[in-house]
């Protein structure tokens, strides 16, 4: 078969991240069945890459690239693929090939690969592929609850007696044969296993051999529990700096290390989950799923909605003689609720951040509010002149200029104080305030804005 012109520019070959031109290319080399092309557009590309295009690509596309690319689909690929195709390319997979790919992860990205498997023969025929030593640690990982530190900590640890001095420690560092491939900190144990403090790989390579580790040690050490909440762990990444920290049991004996690339995963996935529950979409939802999945996740949402759709259309039938006589008002009404909205979301979305964040506390919350109602107020006021100009113009009424000026004003203050009280008082009550503030807020603009834009017409213009 003739080789089809698939030559990749010196520009392309350059990118870092994933293009659409080296995905067509892909894709054209799976449509020719053109494996040495296949093999040419993969080669040089970050196993994250590899893991976009396989998320990217239809199902059989998938099949067919696995048949026809010669390199293997190794751990670095499966770590980097989205939780919803994981099964399925498990399931492509030659056994030996799984066996090989498993081998080559650390014990917490294991752990991450098989917590995430409803197929019980796949975690199986993982955790048969592993040492002994690394199947146990990553059984005993899976005992812990999830989403805490143990499931996120990795065993392979470089630790040190915290006698020892600096060339101790280096000599040992040569002559170890299981050393884990990256670390970057020496935990520094007691006799009874007890991490102590932990040395830098730079700090013990710059300092004389003579010197006690103990001398050298770092002042951002800390250690974690092994049922802390992730969420707990990587909050202190981000507000202490931490490249990595020892998990410890119940007695604070060394059990395993957590690193900044965990951490940064954890803050990327609750950032990513708190976007998706703002919009009411599950937070497991990916462009990979399934249309009835999608429908499945999303419906229980949109119901809530349309029960809050309903209660705000309660709001106008009240007002139905108004409207009857003062056409005018259905044509301004949703512009009322949808500015209350806006300003709410905008709120909100500042709002739930903060709380994630730990930036907005009981310290704080009540000049956070003032904040938000007062700039809602000043825009308010803002858009209500050019609506009462608007008014005016279009239906040469300053009355009903008037109404939506102040119904304008009204709805953007209560727009701001809905904005941030409600997701706190979510989260007081133990409720995700990323996952129902949204509807509560648009509820209540909706609401105070049809009823103080009616409410008023009919008071000042009947």
Do not use: C
């Not at 520094?188 to 300092?207: E, N, Q, W």
């Not at 000043?378 to 300053?398: E, P, Q, Y």
């Not at 304008?408 to 209560?414: D, L, R, T």
């Amino acid at each position: 078969m003739a080789e089809p012109d698939l030559q990749i520019d010196d520009e392309i070959d350059d990118e870092i991240e994933l293009d659409q031109p080296r995905l067509k290319l892909v894709r054209t080399a799976l449509d020719e069945r053109d494996s040495m092309a296949l093999d040419d557009l993969l080669e040089p590309l970050h196993g994250a890459d590899i893991a976009d295009i396989l998320e990217q690509i239809t199902e059989l596309e998938r099949a067919t690239l696995i048949e026809l690319w010669s390199g293997n689909i190794d751990g670095e690929i499966l770590s980097e693929l989205d939780e919803s195709l994981r099964e399925e390319i498990l399931a492509a997979l030659p056994a030996e090939d799984v066996a090989d790919a498993v081998r080559e992860l650390d014990t917490d990205d294991v752990v991450d690969l098989i917590e995430n498997l409803d197929d019980q023969t796949q975690a199986g025929a993982i955790l048969g592929a592993l040492t002994d030593i690394d199947r146990v640690a990553v059984e005993q990982a899976l005992t812990y609850p999830e989403y805490s530190a143990g499931r996120l900590m990795q065993r392979e640890v470089v630790v040190a007696p915290s006698f020892w001095n600096v060339g101790q420690a280096i000599d040992h560092l040569r002559t170890a044969e299981d050393l884990p491939e990256q670390f970057y900190h020496v935990i520094l144990v007691d006799p009874r296993m007890r991490p102590v403090g932990h040395v830098t790989l730079g700090k013990l390579l710059s300092t004389a051999r003579e010197v006690p580790l103990s001398d050298i040690e770092e002042e951002s050490f800390r250690t974690f529990e092994v049922t802390d909440p992730e969420s707990e762990v990587a909050y202190a990444f981000n507000q202490y700096h931490l490249i990595s920290a020892a998990v410890t049991d119940a007695d604070d004996r060394l059990l395993g290390v957590i690193t900044i690339d965990d951490a940064i995963r954890i803050l990327d996935e609750e950032a990513e989950e708190d976007i998706l529950r703002l919009a009411g979409v599950d937070a497991e939802e990916s462009l990979s799923n399934k249309t009835l999945g999608v429908v499945r996740r999303r419906f229980p949402w949109l119901a809530v909605n349309l029960v809050t759709a309903i209660l705000a259309s309660m709001v106008i039938s009240q007002f139905e003689a108004v409207l009857t006589q003062i056409v005018a008002l259905a044509v301004l009404m949703p512009i009322v609720a949808s500015m209350g909205g806006n300003a709410g979301t905008q709120s909100l979305t500042v709002a739930v951040r903060a709380l994630a964040t730990r930036d907005l506390t009981g310290a704080n919350v009540w000049r956070i509010i003032r904040r938000e109602v007062m700039a809602g107020a000043i825009n308010g006021l803002a858009f209500a002149a050019i609506m009462s100009v608007v008014g005016i113009i279009w239906f040469d009424s300053l009355m009903l200029g008037a109404v939506i000026a102040v119904a304008m004003v009204i709805n953007m203050i209560v727009a701001g104080l809905a904005g941030v009280g409600i997701p706190v008082v979510l989260e007081k009550v133990g409720i995700d305030p990323a996952l129902a503030s949204g509807a509560f807020v648009t509820t209540v603009t909706d609401i105070v804005g049809f009823f103080a834009f009616l409410g008023l017409a009919a008071l000042w213009l009947l």
